[in-house]
């Protein structure tokens, strides 16, 4: 995939284990985002193909590929000023059509989705009055009330405090669905992701499962950080304890 001047991304392959959730890493300006919208086909790549299933993404026809493949956007803004239940009921467009007003189906569609991310009960509450946080699970809310059997991420746990982040994660974690997800934070990919692709530069530099992937090379070669890992044996959990920016070395001085 190319950009204006250079690669944005260039030799990237990425399979996503169906059931299980995958997460994109890297510094920023790596190709994360870029990746994730050819993942979901709203970018198209200049060489090489995206499969669902056996299909390839393109010949998937716009409906069915809706049915199947949700999207959760970095960005929580939003046009127009609508109530929360007409923000979830958008995920619900892929199954009644736009003009088709919703049925019963669709409503406990939308209300299962909104109890999953905490926000029973709010669904007569205004856009504007919400938090960068409440914004964030409505969204979520939105994807899952979609019903996907894939379902592609792009920082979900931005504006979202500690709590909710891992509340969110251990939900997708749950789901059973094929999740793509991009992080920054280290510690919430070490502990809910089951493998996972770090992208330096807009190539693949590391993928795997976690435990291999989240080494302390990796992790000061692309990140620039020192960290001790830990776990990752014997069904424990990996943990990423991050000590401080890696030592670069100090160019040499020229003196006349």
Do not use: I
Not at 37 to 48: E, F, I, K, M, S
Not at 128 to 149: D, F, I, Y
Not at 237 to 246: N, P
Request: hydrophobic letters at 40%; aromatic letters at 2%.
């Amino acid at each position: 995939m190319r950009g204006r001047a250079a690669p944005v991304l260039d030799g990237v392959s990425l399979t996503a284990t169906p059931g299980q959730v995958t997460g994109l890493l890297g510094p920023n300006g790596s190709g994360k985002s870029t990746l994730l919208h050819v993942l979901a086909g709203t970018l198209a790549p200049q060489h090489g193909r995206v499969l669902l299933g056996d299909h390839p993404l393109a010949d998937v026809p716009r409906r069915e590929r809706a049915r199947t493949l949700a999207v959760m956007e970095q960005s929580s803004d939003a046009d127009t000023d609508l109530a929360v239940a007409d923000v979830v009921a958008l995920g619900r467009l892929p199954h009644r059509g736009r003009l088709t007003p919703p049925g019963p189906d669709d409503d406990a569609a939308c209300d299962r989705a909104l109890a999953a991310v905490g926000m029973s009960g709010t669904q007569h509450r205004r856009w504007r009055t919400l938090s960068g946080g409440e914004r964030q699970r409505v969204h979520a809310a939105r994807a899952l009330a979609q019903e996907p059997a894939v379902l592609l991420l792009d920082e979900p746990t931005n504006h979202l405090d500690v709590q909710h982040q891992h509340e969110l994660l251990a939900l997708l974690r749950g789901t059973g669905l094929t999740v793509v997800v991009v992080l920054h934070d280290l510690a919430l990919a070490a502990r809910y992701c089951d493998r996972l692709t770090v992208l330096h530069e807009g190539r693949v530099h590391a993928a795997g499962t976690t435990r291999d992937v989240l080494t302390p090379g990796t992790l000061r070669t692309v990140f620039g950080v020192e960290a001790a890992v830990t776990g990752g044996e014997d069904g424990e959990g990996v943990r990423v304890e991050v000590l401080g920016a890696a030592h670069r070395p100090t160019p040499p001085t020229v003196t006349p």
